[in-house]
C-alpha cells in the first residue's frame, strides 16, 4: 500500500494532507475550549451552534465553490483556500464574543468546503491508475482515522506546557505547511471542452449524480452510515458516562475503538477492492453498520458497546472508503471536482439531518429505542442501495442517440438504428448522454 508514496506528486499532497489533518484536530480541541471560556455552561450550545454552522457550509458552499475550480488552476485554488483557512485559525484566539467564533468558523468551514473536494478530485488525475488508486484511498482514510486518534492525544500533550489559545498556532502552521507542501508540485488541470454558464457550473455535479443509478444508491449508502456514525458520535458520551457510570477516559476509549474498526478495515482494503465489487463491498459495509446498530439494542456492558463500534466502525470504512472510485468512473475529469463537491454536499446533508435526530431520540425515547430507529433506517438505506444500484452496472453501455445530428463526430462508427445510431462506449453522463439508459446490456469491463 505504501508503493503509492513513490510518486512525488501524490507524496506531497498526502503528507499536506496528514499535517492539515492535525492542524483541523488541533484547532476542533482549542474550539471548545475558546467556547468555554466564551460561554461558561452553555459552551455545549455554541458548539452545536457551531456545527451547525460547518454542516450549513459544506451543503451550502461545495457547489459554488466548484464552479469556480472549473475555471481556476487547481494549484492556485488549493494553496489559496490554505491560506484563508491559516487567516481564519490565526484570528480565532483573539475573539471575545459569541458571534465572531461562529462568523470565523462559518468562513473557516467554507474553504474547507471548497478545499476537500477540489483536493480528492486531483488525486484520481494525479494516479491514473486503479490499483494505485485504490491504495491512496485507503491511505486517506487511515489518515482521517489517525487525526481522530492523534490530534486529541497532541493537544493534551501540548496543553501541558502551553495555553490552549497556541493551539491554534498548530493548525495556522499546519495550513501554512500544506500550501507549501502544493506550491511544490505540479498539479494537472483538466480543462471544460465548452464555456459553460455558472448555473450549469454549479448545479452539474448534482445533475451528474442523481443521473447515475450507482451514485443515487451512493447516497443511499452515505444516510445509512451517517446513521451508524450520528450514533456513535453523539451518543458516545451519554451511554459511557451516564448508562454505564464510567469516566471521560472510558468514553475516549470508545471513540477509539470506532476509529480503530475503520483502520482495521482500511489496512485490509487494498488486497480486497481487487477482489470485490464496489458494489458488493459497500453495500456489505452498510449491512454491517446497520447490524452493529441493531446489537446495540441489547448491549449490556461498556465492553459489548466496545466490540459494538469497532464493528460500526469496521462496516463505516467498507462503505465509505471506495465512493472515490465510483465519482471517479461515473464523471469526465473536467467535471470531477462539480461531481466531488455534489457527494461532499450529499452526504454532509445526510450527517445534517441525522446528527440532532440521533441527539433528540436518544433524549426522548431512550437510547436502546434510538439504537433501534437508527438501526431501521441504517439497514432500510442499505436495501435501497442494492436497490437503487444495479448489480449489472458495466463500464460500456450499448445505447442509441436520436438527438445529435449524424454529422456529429461523438456518431463517428455508430450504426444506423431507426431515427437514430446505436454504438457502444464507457458510458457517462455529459451533455452528449444526458440520461442513463433503460436498458444495459453489455460487457463490463471493469
Known amino acids: ?8 506528486t501524490y507524496r506531497h499532497l498526502f503528507l499536506a494532507q496528514v499535517i492539515a489533518l492535525v492542524g483541523t484536530g488541533l484547532a476542533t480541541v482549542a474550539l471548545g475550549l475558546l467556547a468555554y471560556n466564551l460561554a461558561g455552561a452553555n459552551a455545549g450550545e455554541v458548539l452545536g451552534t457551531a456545527l451547525a454552522i460547518k454542516m450549513i457550509a459544506y451543503v451550502g458552499v461545495s457547489p459554488i465553490a466548484a464552479a469556480f475550480a472549473e475555471r481556476l488552476p487547481r494549484k492556485t485554488m488549493l494553496i489559496g483556500l490554505d491560506l484563508v483557512r491559516a487567516g481564519v485559525a ?36 494525479v494516479l491514473p491508475d486503479e490499483k494505485d488508486y485504490n491504495h491512496a484511498l485507503s ?12 490530534s486529541p492525544m497532541l493537544a493534551a500533550v501540548l496543553l501541558t506546557v502551553i495555553d490552549f489559545h497556541n493551539l491554534f498556532a498548530g493548525t495556522v502552521m499546519g495550513f501554512l505547511a500544506s500550501a507549501v507542501l502544493v506550491q511544490s508540485v505540479t498539479l494537472p488541470t483538466p480543462t471544460p471542452a465548452a464555456p459553460r454558464g455558472i448555473y450549469d457550473r454549479i448545479t452539474r455535479g448534482t445533475r451528474i449524480y442523481f443521473a447515475t443509478p450507482r451514485l443515487r444508491g451512493l447516497l443511499a449508502i452515505s444516510f445509512a452510515v451517517a446513521c451508524a456514525g450520528a450514533m456513535v458520535i453523539v451518543n458516545t458520551v451519554v451511554l459511557v458516562q451516564a ?25 485490509a482494503m487494498p488486497r480486497l477492492l481487487e477482489q470485490l465489487s464496489d458494489r458488493t463491498f459497500m453495500i456489505t459495509g452498510a449491512g454491517i453498520a446497520g ?33 472515490g472510485k465510483l465519482l471517479r468512473r461515473s464523471a469526465h475529469a473536467e467535471d470531477r471536482p462539480s461531481l466531488f463537491a455534489a457527494q461532499f454536499a450529499l452526504s454532509h446533508t445526510c450527517w445534517l439531518a441525522t446528527y440532532p435526530l440521533a441527539g433528540w431520540l436518544g433524549s426522548r425515547v431512550g437510547l436502546p429505542a434510538t439504537f433501534g430507529i437508527l438501526a431501521l433506517m441504517a439497514l432500510s438505506a442499505a436495501f ?36 437514430g445510431f446505436r454504438h457502444a462506449h464507457t458510458f457517462i453522463i455529459d451533455s452528449a448522454h444526458p440520461e442513463w439508459p433503460n436498458q444495459c446490456p453489455a460487457q463490463a469491463t471493469r
Do not use: C
Not at 439494542?297 to 471506495?322: D, E, H, K, M
Not at 445505447?399 to 431515427?419: I, N, Q, V, W
Open 384 to 419: 435501497a442501495a442494492s436497490r437503487l444500484w444495479s448489480r449489472l452496472d458495466p463500464a460500456e453501455i450499448e445505447h442509441t442517440h436520436t438527438t445529435l445530428k449524424p454529422s456529429d463526430e461523438h456518431l463517428r462508427g455508430a450504426a444506423k438504428e431507426g431515427k
Open 243 to 267: 448508562r454505564f457510570g464510567l469516566t471521560a477516559r472510558e468514553t475516549a476509549m470508545a471513540l477509539g475503538a470506532f476509529g480503530g474498526g475503520s483502520m482495521i478495515a482500511a489496512l
Open 291 to 323: 447490524f452493529g446498530l441493531l446489537l446495540g439494542v441489547i448491549a449490556p456492558s461498556y465492553y459489548s458497546l466496545f466490540a459494538l463500534w469497532v464493528l460500526i466502525g469496521f462496516g463505516y470504512a467498507l462503505a465509505q472508503t471506495p465512493s
Open 1 to 8: 500500500m505504501l508503493n503509492v508514496l513513490a510518486n512525488r
Open 139 to 150: 491511505l486517506s482514510r487511515l489518515a482521517y482515522d489517525l487525526e481522530n486518534v492523534a
Open 90 to 125: 490565526l484570528a480565532l484566539p483573539f475573539v471575545s464574543q459569541v458571534w465572531q467564533v461562529y462568523i470565523l468558523v462559518f468562513v473557516l468551514q467554507s474553504a474547507s468546503a471548497g478545499f476537500t473536494p477540489t483536493f480528492q478530485a486531483t488525486i484520481p488525475d
